[in-house]
């Protein structure tokens, strides 16, 4: 625990810290009742948000806030993966649908950056949904079944240009195809 901590402090940036030592931590249940919250509480207009253990900010925050703007129209947008988790093949065709020939077309749920108004929104009514039983455990399940009642609202970074998720690369993927820089264009 503690990469994207440790990777926003090399940059001089501070982040809140969600969920320390709360006792039998629930992602589907926890994840989105203290993000919704913490979005209640927030001052600023944008929030970023990533996995603490295995997530790192490689440029600075207000680039990566230029970059949302410049590139996306969207209250929220997530990562996006390799992998479609958990299973539902419902819920897989609808994102092979939105994503088309992307090699990163799923949702990660554990990256993402949007507008704080509707991330308070989104995150409240998360709270509102019913785990997936193939993963009780896990807040994606939960996000993602709010994905089709939002398609105008949230959006996924199908071309990497701001989150690159190296979890499940179990093929090699080339370098050109994958856009790491954050300079606009």
Not at 1 to 25: N, P, T, Y
Not at 78 to 106: I, K, N, V
Not at 156 to 178: K, S
């Amino acid at each position: 625990m503690g990469c994207f901590e440790r990777s926003l402090s090399h940059m001089g940036a501070q982040c809140v810290i969600l969920g320390e030592g709360i006792k039998d931590w629930v992602n589907s249940r926890d994840k989105p009742r203290l993000i919704a919250q913490a979005a209640r509480e927030a001052k600023t207009e944008f929030l970023m948000y990533a996995d603490s253990r295995d997530a790192i900010l490689v440029r600075p925050p207000a680039t990566v806030i230029e970059k949302y703007l410049s590139h996306f129209d969207a209250g929220l947008l997530f990562g996006a993966d390799r992998l479609s988790w958990p299973p539902d093949r419902a819920q897989t065709r609808y994102e092979d649908q939105l994503g088309g020939d992307a090699q990163f077309r799923y949702l990660n749920a554990g990256a993402w950056i949007g507008r704080r108004s509707f991330v308070e929104r989104f995150f409240a009514e998360a709270q509102q949904c019913a785990p997936v039983s193939s993963a009780a455990d896990s807040e994606q399940g939960v996000v993602r079944q709010l994905l089709p009642k939002w398609k105008d609202q949230v959006a996924m970074d199908y071309r990497c240009e701001i989150f690159f998720n190296i979890g499940y690369l179990l093929n090699p993927v080339p370098i050109y195809q994958i856009n790491l820089s954050m300079e606009t264009a």
